[in-house]
């Protein structure tokens, strides 16, 4: 959402109706940084050059300037990948992408990988000697009273979609005023509770903006806010991350690892608070072994391979520097969730959901790829709900929990129940569904489907580990839950004519024809 380009204008172009006349308004003129010009010197250098032309609309792009600061971006990089896969014959990853910038990184990666001498995965991050936890965070005492009733909450990343229910929930299982670490302001906060269908104006006054941001030292904050924060809230939910599934984990661990080590001295600082730290299931990597794994929510992330995403990377290491933290005598409880789906009542979805994607991309299309998969999905205010809950209980201190669905989604009822709407979706073999996705990358930018090109691999093989499968038990949660109304709603053909006719009624899928009862 960062602009790469400014234009400054006397004025706006008008439509005679008084609007801003968009088709009218200039191109903005690229200023490229200064970097010295080195042509290309070698056959995959000069392809490369003139791919990156093209991409970029550049007549000149020498070897050592940066992808980006060209103003390249993610949806480019897209197009960046189908052009040096038809080109070379890799299939190179987004993080492979953005890991080597410039024509000369790019060049030496392909050659690598065309003479096998490497593969196209991302380097390797040594995250162990990452999980450092800075010394200094320690409280000054291990005696801590559980507070019954806080008046001060600290909450990170509520301006995310589970934050945004998060906050809500804390705002009603709670009376307490809640401190939101914000980029802008309460505006928007708002906003966001607003396109959830979650606001409400009694909420105005309990809810407090602190301007800052989670990659900064002391959360981008002076140190005199910084400890006047600390001296005020009584318990800290951390949920805030740098969401993103193909930067490498370089690129993350400022917001993600060291925005956690600040939140662990904050927690630390003045009075000693509870951290309850929200963390995803991908921090276990495939079992490497065949079979189906149990992973339970005491498990050691020591005994699980540690996944090639850079995220769950991210997501790793910090939860590496919270067993130090609560080994040090933070009270710290860890709610691991898999992937999340809308409300179970009213639809609401979150937009930016690779799955989302993938069902409108697939309605667009009119295909899906053929074979089926599990999956879990776990509807979005159930997982607040559970998180909040179990939160406010004491036997909930130092523990662990996975916040999922017991009962898989299989990919078969999603394609039934699309089907039973009207939408005549056919499945075929991957390889030629990947094909059609490869079609919309190379032509159709706008396409639902088009962020997703990365994702899917060049054959079925590659999308099927030779390793195990993983489940994942929740019974601390379910024990937690026990004799409350908090239970996961089945995702069953109730549950997804909810979501279709929330994606319907809001015009994000067209009207099935004929038209289903859900119109």
């Known amino acids: 959402m960062l602009p790469s380009a400014f234009a400054i204008l006397k004025a706006f172009p008008l439509t005679p109706n008084g609007k801003i006349d968009r088709r009218a308004l200039p191109a903005p003129e690229r200023v490229c940084p200064e970097v010295a010009y080195v042509a290309p010197r070698s056959v995959v250098e000069q392809q490369l050059v003139e791919i990156w032309a093209k991409v970029l609309g550049l007549e000149r792009v020498g070897i050592h300037e940066n992808f980006f600061e060209l103003g390249g971006h993610s949806l480019l990089l897209t197009q960046l990948l189908v052009q040096v896969r038809d080109?070379?014959?890799?299939?190179?990853?987004?993080?492979?992408?953005?890991?080597?910038?410039?024509?000369l990184k790019l060049a030496e990666r392909i050659e690598a990988v065309q003479t096998r001498s490497c593969t196209s995965n991302e380097d390797f991050v040594a995250l162990s000697a990452e999980a450092v936890l800075e010394p200094k965070i320690h409280p000054d005492t291990t005696n801590f009273a559980f507070p019954g009733s806080e008046k001060s909450i600290f909450l990170t990343g509520a301006t995310g979609f589970l934050g945004a229910f998060l906050l809500y929930e804390l705002l009603q299982q709670t009376t307490a005023n809640i401190y939101c670490l914000v980029r802008q302001g309460k505006q928007q906060l708002q906003t966001n509770l607003e396109s959830y269908l979650l606001w409400d104006d009694s909420f105005g006054d309990r809810i407090i903006p602190v301007i800052g941001d989670l990659s900064q030292p002391l959360l981008g904050l002076g140190e005199a806010q910084f400890c006047d924060i600390a001296s005020r809230i009584d318990v800290i939910y951390h949920n805030g991350a740098w969401v993103h599934h193909t930067l490498p984990y370089s690129t993350l661990k400022a917001a993600n690892v060291l925005g956690t080590q600040e939140i662990l001295r904050l927690a630390s600082q003045t009075k000693l608070k509870p951290v309850h730290f929200i963390s995803t299931t991908s921090v276990f990597g495939s079992s490497g072994n065949a079979g189906i794994k149990v992973v339970r929510e005491g498990d050691s992330l020591d005994n699980s391979q540690v996944s090639a995403n850079g995220y769950a990377q991210s997501k790793w290491v910090a939860e590496k520097l919270i067993d130090i933290a609560r080994d040090r005598g933070i009270p710290i409880s860890v709610y691991r969730s898999g992937r999340i789906s809308g409300h179970s009542q009213t639809g609401v979805f979150n937009l930016n959901d690779f799955l989302y994607k993938l069902?409108?991309?697939?309605?667009?299309?009119?295909?899906?790829?053929?074979?089926?998969?599990?999956?879990?999905?776990?509807?979005v205010d159930y997982v607040s709900k559970a998180i909040v809950y179990l939160s406010k209980q004491k036997a909930s201190l130092n523990q662990t929990f996975h916040?999922?669905?017991?009962?898989?989604?299989?990919?078969?009822?999603?394609?039934?129940?699309?089907?039973?709407?009207?939408y005549p979706i056919q499945q075929i073999s991957y390889d030629k569904w990947r094909t059609e996705l490869l079609n919309i990358a190379r032509h159709s930018p706008e396409h639902a489907l088009y962020p997703l090109v990365p994702f899917f691999p060049a054959s079925e093989s590659q999308t099927q580990t030779t390793s195990g499968e993983l489940k994942f038990d929740c019974q601390n949660t379910l024990d937690g839950l026990a004799g409350t109304s908090i239970i996961c709603p089945p995702i069953d053909n109730k549950l997804l004519h909810t979501y279709f006719s929330y994606l319907i009624r809001n015009g994000f899928l067209n009207v099935p024809q004929p038209c289903s009862p859900l119109c």
């Not at 999922?404 to 299989?410: A, G, S, T």
């Open 359 to 379: 069902i409108v991309g697939c309605v667009q299309l009119g295909s899906a790829p053929a074979g089926g998969a599990s999956f879990d999905l776990a509807p």
């Open 403 to 422: 916040v999922v669905n017991p009962q898989p989604l299989h990919s078969n009822l999603l394609i039934d129940t699309m089907r039973s709407l009207g």
């Open 87 to 103: 080109t070379f014959q890799v299939d190179l990853s987004l993080g492979n992408l953005f890991a080597a910038p410039t024509i």
